[in-house]
DNA sequence: TACTTGACCGTAT
DNA sequence: CATACGGCCAAGT
């Protein structure tokens, strides 16, 4: 297992319940920035019993990564619901949800601190 | 080796 | 809102 590869695993382990971040976030929290994509292929190949919730990880924009209907989109859609985040049209609103400036620091601490 | 793909992003028009 | 463009880069063909 690459270390760097284990910082995006722990980044996306800190997101709070009810809570999301986006793939760029994470990839930043880790020391990655600008790999967005790192993190987003590392999703597509988490190995079968690893406890992440890769389901709070969304695009910047708030959308969810995955096709509208697709098997993905609807388990994700569910798993946020269930613990209270609000999924209207295949998006989220990062207003509410998201951990973005202060709230972000305040959970995640600020790099290097 | 060369080219394509893809759970992405920020800026610009 | 929608296209376009350049960044990013490991895997798969």
Same mark, same amino acid.
């Not at 800190?14 to 999703?43: E, K, T």
């Not at 597509?44 to 924009?61: I, K, T, Y």
């Not at 946020?80 to 951990?99: H, K, T």
């Given at each position: 297992? @690459? ?6 695993? +722990?980044? @996306? #382990? =800190?997101?709070?319940?009810? &809570?999301? =971040?986006?793939?760029? #976030?994470? +990839? #930043?929290? #880790?020391?990655? $920035?600008? !790999?967005?994509?790192? %993190? ?6 988490? $190995?079968? /019993?690893?406890?992440? $919730?890769?389901? !709070?990880?969304?695009?910047?924009? /708030?959308?969810?990564?995955? +096709?509208?209907?697709? &098997? ?9 619901? =269930?613990?209270? %985040?609000?999924?209207?049209?295949? &998006?989220? $609103?990062?207003?509410?949800? /998201? ?6 620091? =305040? ?7």
């Amino acid at each position: 297992m @690459i270390e760097s590869h284990q910082r995006v695993y +722990a980044a @996306i #382990a =800190a997101i709070p319940r009810g &809570r999301v =971040a986006s793939y760029g #976030a994470i +990839a #930043a929290r #880790a020391g990655l $920035p600008g !790999r967005a994509r790192l %993190v987003g292929r590392l999703l597509g190949e988490v $190995p079968d /019993g690893m406890q992440l $919730p890769w389901f !709070r990880v969304l695009r910047s924009s /708030g959308q969810l990564a995955f +096709a509208p209907e697709s &098997r993905g989109f609807r388990e994700q859609s569910r798993l946020l619901r =269930a613990e209270g %985040v609000e999924v209207i049209n295949g &998006r989220v $609103p990062l207003s509410r949800f /998201g951990l973005d400036g202060d709230l972000d620091r =305040a959970l995640w601490g600020m790099p290097g601190d």
